[in-house]
Nanobody, 116 residues
Framework: QVQLVESGGGLVQAGGSLRLSCAASGGTFSTSVMGWFRQAPGKEREFVAGINWSGDRTSYADSVKGRFTISKDNAKNTGYLQMNSLKPEDTAIYYC?????????WGQGTQVTVSS
């Protein structure tokens, strides 16, 4: 079973940047797909970005395309989400998820707050 722990969230002004990390343990992260999701207050959880096991294929929600970059370091068992040009509407709890054939395992989330 894979355990995931997110870090790197915080408070940032609009236009700023943050890098989220997702540290994995207890499983085969190197052969897992990984994704980032977010949930804003009063809204449903939504997909943000995804990456395949080797890291050479990525996908993004239209709302973050061109601003966010997902990556995965299998040697470090860690995934990342680089977030640039942040907007107040990016405010949410961000979750990472991973699994051998889908998003079976989830972290507890990290809060990202973007002030205007």
């Amino acid at each position: 079973q894979v355990q995931l722990v997110e870090s790197g969230g915080g408070l940032v002004q609009a236009g700023g940047s943050l890098r989220l990390s997702c540290a994995a343990s207890g499983g085969t992260f190197s052969t897992s797909v990984m994704g980032w999701f977010r949930q804003a207050p009063g809204k449903e959880r939504e997909f943000v970005a995804g990456i395949n096991w080797s890291g050479d294929r990525t996908s993004y929600a239209d709302s973050v395309k061109g601003r966010f970059t997902i990556s995965k370091d299998n040697a470090k068992n860690t995934g990342y989400l680089q977030m640039n040009s942040l907007k107040p509407e990016d405010t949410a709890i961000y979750y990472c998820a991973a699994g051998p054939a889908g998003y079976r395992y989830w972290g507890q989330g990290t809060q990202v707050t973007v002030s205007s």
